[in-house]
């Protein structure tokens, strides 16, 4: 009597799993990639910095969408051209990662999402 019990709970967990997984297929979130990426070891999960990296709140008044998105694919390249990240820069040992990894879609939705904040 116990076996087909947990067959059945095994194939409830399974649909479970699946209906999950399809909801990914929609529009990349942003957050979500946020959080995936790990960019909260360095800025904070709620953006205000830490000794790694600095706060990510009011970027809109630096940046547009897509200079953002750029920048995600290769800060080191920005960096050296823009006086004011070059000065931020020189407070962090360690330098932001490139995430060219990142689909473009992907870095656009990330973007679109830290502009919100
Ligand atoms: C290892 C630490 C580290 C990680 C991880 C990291 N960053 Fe950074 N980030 C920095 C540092 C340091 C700077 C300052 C510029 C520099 O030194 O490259 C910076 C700068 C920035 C800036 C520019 C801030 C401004 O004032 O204009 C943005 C936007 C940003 N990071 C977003 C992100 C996002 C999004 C992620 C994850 C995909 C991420 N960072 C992951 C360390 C990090």
Known sequence: MLKPLLI???LVACACVSAKSSSTNS????GAIFRASRCADCHA???TGSKAGPSLEGLSANWTR???TEFLADPAAVVSKDARLGALNMQYSQDMPAYDDLSSKQRDAL???LLTK
Do not use: I
């Open 27 to 30: 529009a990349p979130n942003g």
């Open 66 to 68: 897509s200079e953002l």
């Open 111 to 113: 973007a679109g999402w």
């Open 8 to 10: 059945l709970s095994a």
């Open 45 to 47: 999960t709620d953006l």
